[in-house]
């Protein structure tokens, strides 16, 4: 690891930690020279594993604690690693400490213990015991904190482009020629080397899963909205065909929930008929059992009609019967109620559902590359995730690549954003409504 020394701590102070200040580049050199002349880091990303080009900039030095946050760890050697701009750009300046540290913080308040990082730290952890790459191209997180987990999130490890470039890479070496070259060169422990022969040799062919995944990397503006996708919390969850189905029937019976809503709402404002019903049969013919609310069932309604229509509640005007009894008459004829009766215990899911596609619809990227996907496309890139199906476990962006043609025909494609934006304000109001 490189030293600063002490004349180089007195620049990098004079001018303010700054990174991209031109009379320390030359340090900024000296820094890089000294990570890609290291054995450890064997010249290729820190993240990814991937080699870095071997040219005149030979990928980027990474800070693992970001600057923005910590400006006076921007040039300790620390707090520096090598990683490829892919890598680089996907962690970008997310916050990896676990505790932040005080606002008072010096160069010597700069953690050295594992359990300060939410991610896999280049000096002080090994590799190793938190990510395994399996089968030649998959990363796995493998420690029981989640460290390796939350690298791989953090980097974007499960990009498929990078799936793409370990296969590639495998082919060049041929898998096998690495253990062979250190048997040829003399390896100190040829016994372990014989062995690491012997398992490559034992290994099934992966030539089926490779080629399905270099057609998967054929088309760019896929891999870039699977990438997007991909960053979605929960996406494939919420994105489950049954609550996709309780979406849609939601926005299409929009009238009919808005009807019941401002009906059910109108009842409430009415807090001493409200009381007085709390005390008749109608709480056993709600929709969901809710404390100090009647969100009364189509039965519940026609009985509610019955009484202010038969019955003297005090203090209850007639000009409040005469609105709630149009209200109730308006609802009851024109809707069964049957979806409404459906779909409002499943709100909460309903919700997350929306907001699911509006975090999808928000993305940038997305939206400027959904002009590039077509219908053979999609069903194209399904088929082939399908065929790697079994090594979604290692890699969450071939489940959504396999469910690209419904996730193109339900969300993508047909999409009215004003109705959905309306329904969305409207399950708002109803979720306020029943939890206030």
């Known amino acids: 690891m490189y030293r600063l020394t002490d004349a180089e701590k007195r620049s990098i102070k004079e001018y303010e930690y700054e990174w991209d200040e031109p009379k320390l580049k030359y340090l900024k050199y000296k820094i890089k020279s000294s990570l890609i002349q290291n054995p450890l880091n064997d010249n290729i990303c820190y993240y990814c594993k991937s080699p870095l080009d071997c040219g005149t900039t030979p990928g980027d030095i990474e800070h693992i604690v970001h600057k923005s946050k910590y400006e006076i760890f921007t040039y300790e050697p620390i707090n520096l690693t090598l990683a490829c701009d892919r890598c680089n750009t996907a962690k970008g300046s997310e916050d990896i400490l676990i505790t932040d540290l005080p606002d008072s913080y010096t160069e010597e308040d700069y953690p050295l213990h594992s359990d300060a990082f939410k991610i896999i730290h280049a000096h002080i952890d090994l590799y190793e015991e938190y990510i395994q790459i399996q089968d030649y191209i998959f990363f796995v997180g493998i420690d029981q904190n989640n460290k390796g987990e939350n690298t791989i999130k953090c980097c974007n490890l499960n990009r498929l482009d990078l799936a793409l470039s370990k296969i590639k890479q495998v082919k060049s070496e041929n898998a096998v020629s690495s253990p062979v070259k250190k048997m040829i060169n003399g390896a100190v422990d040829s016994e372990k080397t014989l062995k690491e022969i012997e398992k490559i040799f034992e290994k099934p062919s992966h030539e089926e899963m490779f080629e399905a995944i270099i057609n998967l990397n054929k088309d760019i503006n896929t891999i870039k909205i699977v990438n997007q996708l991909s960053k979605i919390d929960d ?10 189905t309780d979406l849609k029937k939601f926005i299409t019976c929009f009238r009919e929930i808005e009807a019941y809503y401002n009906m059910i709402d109108e009842l409430h404002k009415r807090t001493n008929l409200l009381s007085q019903l709390m005390d008749l049969p ?10 100090g609310k009647l ?7 026609q009985q509610l009609k019955e ?38 215990p499943r709100l909460n899911i ?8 509006t975090d999808i619809y928000k993305d940038k990227t997305i939206i400027e590359l959904l002009p590039g996907l077509n219908p053979t496309l999609v069903r194209t890139v399904s088929q082939d995730a399908e065929r790697i199906l079994p090594y979604e476990c290692y890699n969450s962006q071939i489940s959504i690549m396999f469910h690209m043609k419904s996730i193109y025909e339900e969300i993508f494609s047909n999409w009215d954003k004003v109705v959905f934006n309306k329904s969305k304000v409207l399950a708002r109001k109803i979720n306020h409504f029943i939890n206030k």
């Not at 969100?295 to 309604?301: E, I, K």
């Open 235 to 244: 996406l494939e969850t919420n994105l489950d065909p049954e609550k996709i």
């Open 282 to 291: 109608l709480k056993d013919d709600v929709i969901l059992p809710t404390m």
């Open 295 to 301: 969100l009364l069932n189509r039965r519940g309604l």
């Open 307 to 344: 009484e202010i229509s038969t019955r003297e509640f005090s203090r209850f005007q007639k000009r409040s019967k005469t609105v709630l009894l149009t209200l109730l008459e308006e609802l009851l004829d024109s809707y069964d109620l049957s979806n409404v009766e459906a779909l409002l």
């Open 350 to 357: 309903i919700m997350l559902v929306m907001q699911c596609v």
